[in-house]
């Protein structure tokens, strides 16, 4: 039975229980509320999160929590967790620092393999697994083709041509890629678009509200916290006091990722084709004992030579579509400018915005590149699961995400 029908059938059979004893009056006023409720529940999105034990998928579940626009109907996760309540699946691992909300708790776990069951359920799924990236093509492909919007938190598919790879408040113009996407799988509904790399997040706002000085050449040091490899220190003792100069596949998405973000969408061609200037890249990721918070120190030569005053400005007075449209997780001011010598600092600062903004401090002139800076974003919000979830919100302000 369609839940609508069971919660009108509740709501007159407990009227004409509390008419017979006497109660109307009372109960008029809460039926009114009540059935302001169920309509409230009619018009938001039901969510799912396939890969929903990980670390990114318990911060889609605290992310979900009383949204006004999404409820969170549905989790899946692999075979092993299947058929168990998250509250079980997850175990001892949850590695959030809120406690699991207690709606989410004796949900069923479903088989995210079984790729009907789950797209039945739901308006559309965020993706957060831990699986081979063929593997993740495949699966994310499946749901698409199941008439079920995905959101991907994952990389498999973020240089696949048609595929939309978004910062919300700096390219959501790509979106328009995926009527070619679904020309491409053969649907009406169903599409995949992601989000970048969580490594990026730091210092490629700044290089979009620097745009018309026209930045060429980029060298950037990453020092990225544990939680981007979904860790925290109880399961990484060893990174305690530590430092490990590599990161598997880091480097690329640093230097590659940025590119496709600044690219444009071709419609002849039906993809978005990469920023083919004058603008380089190249970087090194290390992974540092942080539990949240990606930090990255950047030099940066420019076509133009803009002063200092005007960089700053161009940060502080970025504005974009996502505020303008008052997305509910868009930051109201994305980027933060910090004057003190000693930031932006993870402990200080990684929080801002709701962990949704990105600081950037230490701007000055360099004596071999033209300057240089540091930024630092929340890697598991702004970088991972918290933009995932902007996306979408982008993506339904946009018209692209409907209800079934």
Same mark, same amino acid.
């Given at each position: 039975?369609?839940?609508?029908?069971?919660?009108?059938?509740?709501?007159?059979?407990?009227?004409?229980?509390?008419?017979?004893?006497?109660?109307?009056?009372v109960?008029?006023v809460?039926?009114?509320?009540?059935?302001?409720?169920?309509?409230?529940?009619?018009?938001? +999105?039901?969510?799912?999160?396939?890969?929903?034990?990980?670390?990114?998928?318990?911060?889609?579940?605290?992310?979900?929590?009383?949204?006004?626009?999404f409820k969170?109907?549905?989790l899946?996760?692999?075979?092993?967790?299947?058929?168990?309540? +998250?509250?079980?699946?997850?175990?001892?691992?949850?590695?959030?620092?809120?406690?699991?909300?207690?709606?989410?708790?004796?949900?069923?776990v479903? @088989?995210?393999?079984?790729?009907?069951?789950?797209?039945?359920?739901?308006?559309?799924?965020?993706?957060?697994?831990?699986?081979?990236?063929?593997?993740?093509?495949?699966?994310?492909?499946? +749901?698409?083709?199941?008439?079920?919007?995905?959101?991907?938190?994952?990389?498999?598919?973020?240089?696949?041509? @048609?595929?939309? =790879?978004?910062?919300?408040?700096?390219?959501?113009?790509?979106?328009?890629?995926?009527?070619?996407?679904?020309?491409?799988?053969?649907?009406?509904?169903? !599409?995949?678009?992601v989000?970048?790399?969580?490594s990026?997040?730091?210092?490629?706002?700044?290089?979009?509200?620097?745009?018309?000085?026209?930045?060429?050449?980029?060298?950037?040091?990453?020092?990225?916290?544990?939680?981007?490899?979904?860790?925290?220190?109880? @399961?990484?003792p060893?990174?305690?006091?530590?430092?490990?100069p590599?990161?598997?596949?880091?480097?690329?998405?640093? #230097?590659?990722?940025?590119?496709?973000?600044?690219?444009?969408?071709?419609e002849?061609?039906?993809?978005?084709?990469?920023?083919?200037?004058?603008?380089?890249?190249?970087?090194?990721?290390?992974?540092?004992?942080?539990?949240?918070?990606?930090?990255?120190?950047?030099?940066?030569?420019?076509?133009?030579?803009?002063?200092?005053d005007?960089?700053?400005?161009?940060?502080?007075?970025?504005?974009?579509?996502?505020?303008? $449209?008052g $997305?509910?997780?868009?930051?109201?001011? !994305?980027?933060?400018?910090?004057t003190?010598d000693?930031?932006?600092?993870?402990?200080?600062?990684?929080? +801002?915005?709701?962990? =949704?903004g990105?600081?950037?401090?230490? $701007?000055? #002139? @360099?004596?071999?590149?033209?300057?240089?800076?540091?930024?630092?974003?929340?890697?598991?919000?702004?970088?991972?699961?918290?933009?995932?979830?902007?996306?979408a919100?982008?993506?339904?302000? $946009?018209?692209?995400?409907?209800?079934?």
């Amino acid at each position: 039975m369609p839940y609508q029908c069971y919660h009108k059938i509740c709501i007159n059979s407990i009227y004409y229980i509390a008419r017979s004893a006497g109660l109307q009056a009372v109960f008029d006023v809460n039926l009114l509320l009540l059935k302001g409720k169920v309509l409230e529940m009619e018009k938001q +999105y039901k969510v799912g999160i396939v890969g929903a034990t990980g670390m990114v998928g318990q911060r889609f579940v605290t992310l979900l929590e009383n949204h006004p626009w999404f409820k969170l109907t549905t989790l899946a996760a692999s075979g092993r967790s299947a058929g168990k309540t +998250y509250e079980d699946a997850v175990g001892s691992r949850w590695a959030m620092t809120t406690p699991m909300p207690e709606s989410v708790k004796k949900m069923v776990v479903l @088989d995210a393999a079984k790729v009907e069951e789950v797209a039945s359920q739901v308006d559309f799924i965020f993706c957060a697994v831990n699986m081979p990236k063929a593997e993740i093509k495949a699966l994310e492909e499946a +749901y698409a083709k199941a008439e079920c919007p995905v959101v991907s938190n994952n990389s498999a598919n973020r240089f696949t041509p @048609d595929v939309p =790879m978004v910062v919300p408040e700096i390219n959501p113009e790509h979106y328009e890629v995926i009527e070619h996407q679904k020309k491409r799988l053969g649907t009406t509904h169903g !599409f995949i678009a992601v989000k970048p790399n969580c490594s990026i997040q730091a210092y490629t706002p700044a290089l979009a509200a620097w745009k018309e000085f026209e930045p060429h050449e980029v060298i950037v040091s990453t020092y990225q916290a544990i939680s981007g490899a979904g860790k925290t220190f109880k @399961d990484w003792p060893e990174m305690v006091g530590n430092i490990i100069p590599f990161i598997s596949g880091e480097e690329a998405k640093s #230097e590659k990722e940025p590119l496709k973000v600044f690219g444009h969408v071709d419609e002849a061609k039906g993809e978005i084709v990469p920023f083919d200037g004058p603008l380089r890249i190249t970087s090194q990721c290390i992974r540092v004992p942080v539990l949240n918070g990606h930090t990255a120190t950047v030099f940066i030569n420019f076509g133009k030579n803009p002063t200092k005053d005007e960089l700053i400005d161009r940060l502080v007075n970025y504005t974009s579509k996502a505020a303008e $449209l008052g $997305l509910p997780h868009a930051p109201k001011h !994305f980027i933060q400018y910090l004057t003190e010598d000693d930031r932006p600092q993870v402990l200080k600062d990684v929080d +801002y915005e709701g962990g =949704m903004g990105v600081s950037i401090g230490r $701007l000055r #002139e @360099d004596s071999i590149f033209d300057w240089k800076f540091v930024g630092l974003a929340h890697n598991t919000l702004r970088g991972a699961a918290g933009g995932a979830l902007e996306s979408a919100e982008m993506l339904k302000a $946009l018209g692209y995400i409907t209800k079934k």
